[in-house]
Each structure stands twice: as structure tokens, then as C-alpha cells.
T-cell receptor, first 112, second 116 residues
Framework: DQQVKQNSPSLSVQEGRISILNCDYT??????FLWYKKYPAEGPTFLISISSIKDKNEDGRFTVFLNKSAKHLSLHIVPSQPGDSAVYFC???????????FGQGTTLQVKP | EAGVVQSPRYKIIEKKQPVAFWCNPISGHNTLYWYRQNLGQGPELLIR????????DSQLPKDRFSAERLKGVDSTLKIQPAELGDSAVYLC??????????????FGSGTRLTVV
């Protein structure tokens, strides 16, 4: 039972354009959503998060949008840079468990 | 500030052999997690510690896996005996009780285990 799904295994965009990574979830009890970025041979690093009481959170070039009715969140990167090329994981948690449920990841390639 | 330190980085063992992984979390982080990441998948929680207490080990295969966090700091994860399906990256992470996990764990670089 995959509670957090990233249905696109990979995404390729041109430098300077927008990257949009998508994530769907099934558990309505999730109240926090996070995005992690992972380079090869490194652990995932925290990128940005959003509480379920919000629908948007922005941090520099990164914006996360949450649509609770659709159980969908997305990460927008504008403008995309070659250094953004990595695997991106979305994750979800319920505050009282302290446990993150991760999606399968989407590999983003930003071409110069 | 030093990050989460894991060792070894890589390990290759024959099936049925034992193996152990070590993790040193960020100083002051009360909560420590062990995750397993299979190829092409996201990390999955194995066990979570609050200080020295294992508060969630529901996903830990207890017939062959064991973990400990003596004195509430460093932790070790052991597999005995290892099976071919245990080949994966084992990730350790930590977080502070003050900020909780919702502002992001800090992960180590992981140990890549290959069982042959």
C-alpha cells in the first residue's frame, strides 16, 4: 500500500525553465509534507516543507503547493539550474508519529 | 556543526554472514532513525529512537535485524544472518525534539550493503 506516490520516475527540463515535480497521497491524516533532494552517494537533504493548514510555501526558487481536496502536492523550481539535477523525494507525516513516508522519487535533469 | 556520520560507507558480504552499521547523530538530537532504501524506491523507516528508547520498531524484521542506542547517542544496526534481499542503502537520520521531524530530518550519507 503506497501511501505517497510519485508517478513520474524522471523529468528533463531546460536550464532557466520551470521544473514541476508532482506527488499524490492517500492518507488524509497526513498533516505535514516535505520535499527532499538527493545527489548520488549522499543522503537525502531537506529542501522545503508545508503544513496541511497552508496551500503554498515559498523559499527562494522553490515553491511547494498543496491541494488537500485532490490529495496532491507539487514542487516548482523556477528558474531551474543544472545544479538542481538530482532525485527529488516527497514525504508525508502525521505529527504524532514522527515518521516520514516517502514516495519513490523523481529524477530531475536540468540541461544547460 | 558535524552532520550525521555513518560507517562504513560500503559493505560487501556473503549471504548468511553478519553485518553491522554504525551511526553518530548530530549532537543534541534526541531522535534517531534508521531507514532502508531499496533501489529505485524511497527510504522506509526501520526503527525510531527517542533518546535510548525504541518508540517505533514495527517495520524492523526482528528475526534477523536488531538495533541499539546505548546512552541515547550513537546507534548500531545489525543484520544476522544477511540475505540477498537485504542489499540496500541503510540511512541513519536524526532530529531534535524541539523542532521535530516536520522541519526535516538530517540524514547521513548511508551505508550501501551488497549481499552476494
Amino acid at each position: 500500500d503506497q501511501q505517497v506516490k510519485q508517478n513520474s520516475p524522471s523529468l528533463s527540463v531546460q536550464e532557466g525553465r520551470i521544473s514541476i515535480l508532482n506527488c499524490d497521497y492517500t492518507n488524509s491524516m497526513f498533516d505535514y509534507f516535505l520535499w527532499y533532494k538527493k545527489y548520488p552517494a549522499e543522503g537525502p537533504t531537506f529542501l522545503i516543507s508545508i503544513s496541511s493548514i497552508k496551500d503554498k510555501n515559498e523559499d527562494g526558487r522553490f515553491t511547494v503547493f498543496l491541494n488537500k481536496s485532490a490529495k496532491h502536492l507539487s514542487l516548482h523550481i523556477v528558474p531551474s539550474q543544472p545544479g538542481d539535477s538530482a532525485v527529488y523525494f516527497c514525504a508525508a507525516s502525521t505529527s504524532n508519529t514522527g515518521k516520514l513516508i516517502f514516495g519513490q522519487g523523481t529524477t530531475l535533469q536540468v540541461k544547460p | 556543526e558535524a552532520g550525521v556520520v555513518q560507517s562504513p560507507r560500503y559493505k560487501i558480504i556473503e549471504k548468511k554472514q553478519p553485518v553491522a552499521f554504525w551511526c553518530n547523530p548530530i549532537s543534541g538530537h534526541n531522535t534517531l532513525y534508521w531507514y532502508r532504501q531499496n533501489l529505485g524506491q524511497g527510504p522506509e523507516l526501520l526503527i525510531r529512537y527517542e533518546n535510548e528508547e525504541a518508540v517505533d520498531d514495527s517495520q524492523l524484521p526482528k528475526d534477523r535485524f536488531s538495533a541499539e542506542r546505548l546512552k541515547g547517542v550513537d546507534s548500531t544496526l545489525k543484520i544476522q544472518p544477511a540475505e540477498l534481499g537485504d542489499s540496500a542503502v541503510y540511512l541513519c537520520a536524526s532530529s531534535s525534539l524541539a523542532t521535530g521531524p516536520n522541519y526535516g530530518y538530517t540524514f547521513g550519507s548511508g551505508t550501501r550493503l551488497t549481499v552476494v
